[in-house]
């Protein structure tokens, strides 16, 4: 089976400092991996998604995440934060059923103050 | 292209009522997947229907049932709601359902018991 661990649960943070969220997952298969985010009262929008290839992966919005492999972490970083940003973030990982099912994390609320 | 459309948006029951949700994925979408996001229990996969099949299925109780019609358009319903059963449910729209397959959501139902 596999598990996504999301270490905090909330992240205050100033206007234009870098942040990062962090992810790690555990699975006895090989995974894709995949961040989301949801603003209030919205569905779920993909940031990026890690499948194969560089480990280091840009998305939308300005965020990029890297995958390590051997520290099974898959961390989301963004250099500089807005406003805009806040909302919560889900870390995914697919890959146990062999179809495209997800597994998520708790999440994490960003929270980003001027 | 039109993107996931769920209805209805906001659903009140009282606990012993059952309740029929709707999802109608992107055109050309075969697979649609179905997810509980509570407070508590976070985001948790429901099942997945892909060509009118239920492919994959999550640890709900049989109250929980799905649906998908031929023209991938898919209904979940749950009999004899339970307080616990108030959440959202967000519906997944996928073009194949393949393990690498981006999964597109809905803005979801939310549905509170009463």
């Known amino acids: 089976a596999q598990s996504v661990t999301q270490l905090d649960s909330q992240v205050p943070v100033f206007e234009e400092v870098p942040v990062e969220l962090r992810c790690n997952y555990s699975s006895s298969v090989s995974v894709y991996l995949f961040w989301y985010v949801q603003y209030p009262n919205q569905g779920l929008q993909l940031l990026l998604k890690?499948?194969?290839?560089?480990?280091l992966v840009k998305g939308i919005n300005g965020f990029e995440a890297e995958f390590n492999k051997s520290q099974t972490s898959f961390h989301l970083r963004k250099p500089s934060v807005h406003i805009s940003d806040t909302a919560e973030y889900f870390c995914a990982v697919s890959g146990d059923s062999g179809y495209s099912t997800l597994t998520f994390g708790k999440g994490t609320m960003l929270l980003v103050s001027p | 292209k039109a993107g996931v459309t769920q209805t209805p948006r906001y659903l009140i029951k009282t606990r012993g009522q059952q309740v029929t949700l709707s999802c109608s994925p992107i055109s050309g979408h075969r697979s649609v997947s179905w997810y509980q996001q509570t407070p508590g229990q976070g985001l948790q996969f429901l099942f997945e229907y892909f060509s009118e099949t239920q492919r994959n299925k999550g640890n709900f109780p049989g109250r929980f049932s799905g649906r998908q019609f031929s023209n991938s358009r898919s209904e979940m319903n749950v009999s004899t709601l339970e307080l616990g059963d108030s959440a959202l449910y967000l519906c997944a729209s996928v073009p194949l359902g393949g393990i690498v397959d981006t999964q597109y959501f809905g803005p979801g139902t939310r549905l509170t018991v009463l």
């Open positions: 890690y499948l194969s290839g560089s480990t």
